[in-house]
């Protein structure tokens, strides 16, 4: 016998004694681990209790037919890539035989048996079925593969990125697993998946650099695969909920980068092919990390610079008070181009809130020379129409591939009267006596010609409230927006004497956002003279400005 002879656990089923006796004592010499059953009763009992990779199957038992227990081995999952071979001493004509073979047995010997045919029989079957699985378990792990291949790439977070890995390397290989990355927060993640969920455990911020010198990736790049003894592994992580010797690969895909390190417990990649695949899953991770990690660097880098051009303090003005808001979608999501601005000139405050079209660099940059051009408009004293109109020139001789839109109000602080000019924008929202109301849809988004602007004036009374969103705060894929408008009407009726809280109230009615969100809450004293909330005047003008009457 040589090494490259298949052995394995073999479960000889047959009501006599002797015989199995005499098969079991052939199976023992040729290097075989052998149980034994008495019936196809005790067949089923020993496949519960043992890992058996050959089934030797008398076709007479006496509680059921050979060859029924033959299909039904072959029939459940747990069993059907068992290898079967038939013996019998009675059923021995060729129509015997090819009804067993035909019913799933792999082999059909009949007495008398030689020993040496029988033993090469076995093994002949063993090889077989030993490549069979290797190919199902191999065709297994490149599927698991691909699926974790396609769920590292989606991750949109660092955390997200961990727990998808540290899943993937389980359903891979079937072993737990730990994945160690190292985000530019400074935060070492290490998520282990034990066949449960993914869960984090704490990590020292050395383990990372630790783990790649470990793997002799200590100042280069690449991927490097390593062993690591059970108690070297225990040394660096005492708290480890592996067993047994783990198998490292580390991966760097730039130098000044941490390596990040996927772990999983030896046994569960014991051939060269799936150490293949570890290193494979390995620079996966390696590579979705650095990608991860340029993406939220120049966002991060695009958001300072959106947060840079938003106002940083609005003016003091007695018997008034201010709120507002800029909430960017979320940490991965792209800068658009949503602004707000407040004014103090010498006659009155200038309020502005616009939104560029779309998600990007351009969006804010764009957004950018709206909002310097509007204030050096408004530094020239112009009034909301013409500064609309002036706007409306900078998008269609600079952007005329950008649209934008912006509401512009002019507000006396001394009498509270209001005039609103509308490009595109979503209505404000006035709130007074218990009572809110939207005030009127205007105009075309500013970058269209267009030939006449629809004013609105009223006036804020003493303890009004005038509240100007982004349509980011209420837009949503599966709700109308009207519904949503009406929602916001409905929660912004109750003002807070607290106007900040009352603008976290309102951000947090809706949630997560997919867009970002701008809001500006602006508020007369109750103590402040004199007013009523009033329907608003409609005054046309004959400017050719970016917004048309409707």
Same mark, same amino acid.
């Given at each position: ?32 681990? %052998? ?21 030797v199957?008398?076709? /007479? ?5 050979g ?8 029939a ?12 019998s ?10 009804r067993?073979l ?66 993937g ?12 990355v ?7 993640r ?16 050395d383990?990372?650099a ?17 062993? %690591? ?21 580390t ?9 990040i ?80 601005? %407040? ?121 009004g ?17 009207a ?10 009726t ?10 976290d ?6 949630g ?10 602006? /508020? ?10 009033v ?16």
């Amino acid at each position: 016998m040589t090494d490259s002879i298949p052995t394995g656990t073999a479960l000889v089923v047959d009501d006599n004694e002797t015989k199995r006796y005499i098969i079991g004592s052939w199976l023992r010499r040729a290097g075989h681990t %052998v149980v034994e059953a008495a019936s196809a009763a005790q067949c089923w009992e020993r496949l519960a209790e043992h890992q058996v990779d050959l089934v030797v199957l008398d076709v /007479r038992l006496p509680d059921a037919n050979g060859m029924e227990v033959c299909e039904q081995i072959k029939a459940a999952p747990a069993t059907a890539s068992l290898p079967v071979i038939h013996i019998s001493a009675t059923a021995v004509d060729t129509t015997d035989r090819t009804r067993g073979l035909r019913r799933g047995a792999d082999a059909y010997m009949t007495d008398p048996i030689d020993p040496g045919e029988f033993i090469a029989t076995a093994e002949a079957v063993l090889r077989y079925y030993q490549a069979r699985r290797r190919a199902e378990r191999i065709a297994e792990r490149l599927a698991a593969f691909t699926r974790t291949s396609l769920a590292i790439n989606a991750a949109q977070t660092f955390d997200g990125l961990a727990a998808v890995a540290a899943r993937g390397a389980f359903d891979i290989f079937g072993v737990p697993a730990a994945v160690f990355v190292h985000p530019p927060d400074g935060q070492v993640r290490r998520t282990v998946h034990l066949g449960g969920d993914a869960w984090n455990r704490p990590c020292a911020t050395d383990v990372p650099a630790r783990l790649a010198e470990l793997a002799g990736l200590a100042d280069d790049t690449g991927t490097r695969i390593v062993s %690591v003894p059970e108690a070297r592994w225990r040394e660096m992580l005492p708290d480890s909920a592996s067993h047994g010797d783990i198998l490292l690969v580390t991966s760097r895909v730039k130098r000044d980068r941490p390596a990040i390190g996927v772990a999983i417990e030896a046994r569960g990649a014991a051939d060269e092919d799936s150490a293949h695949l570890l290193r494979q899953l390995g620079q996966s991770v390696a590579l979705a990390m650095e990608a991860l990690r340029s993406y939220t660097e120049e966002h991060l880098i695009s958001l300072t610079l959106q947060r840079s051009l938003l106002p940083a303090v609005h003016p003091a003005m007695p018997g008034w008070a201010f709120s507002v808001r800029y909430e960017p979608a979320s940490d991965q999501a792209e800068v658009g181009g949503d602004f707000y601005d %407040v004014i103090h000139r010498d006659g009155d405050v200038l309020v502005a809130i616009g939104d560029v079209q779309g998600h990007s660099l351009h969006a804010a940059t764009v957004m950018a020379e709206l909002r310097h051009a509007m204030r050096a408009f408004a530094a020239e004293g112009h009034d909301i129409a013409a500064i609309l109109r002036l706007l409306n020139t900078v998008m269609q001789r600079y952007h005329d591939d950008q649209t934008a839109t912006v509401c512009l109000m002019s507000l006396d602080p001394r009498t509270g009267r209001l005039q609103v000019a509308n490009a595109g924008h979503l209505p404000p929202l006035h709130i007074a006596g218990g009572r809110a109301e939207y005030g009127s849809r205007g105009g075309l988004l500013l970058g269209f010609p267009a030939e006449r602007l629809r004013l609105e004036e009223t006036t804020v009374p003493p303890g009004g409230t005038v509240v100007l969103i982004t349509d980011g705060l209420i837009e949503d894929r599966s709700v109308p927006l009207a519904a949503n408008l009406e929602r916001l009407r409905t929660i912004a009726t109750d003002v807070d004497d607290d106007l900040e809280a009352y603008s976290d109230r309102i951000i947090a009615e809706f949630g997560h956002r997919e867009d970002d969100v701008a809001l500006i809450v602006l /508020r007369r004293a109750p103590d402040s003279g004199e007013g009523v909330l009033v329907d608003a005047a409609v005054l046309d003008d004959d400017l050719q400005v970016g917004g048309v009457g409707q």
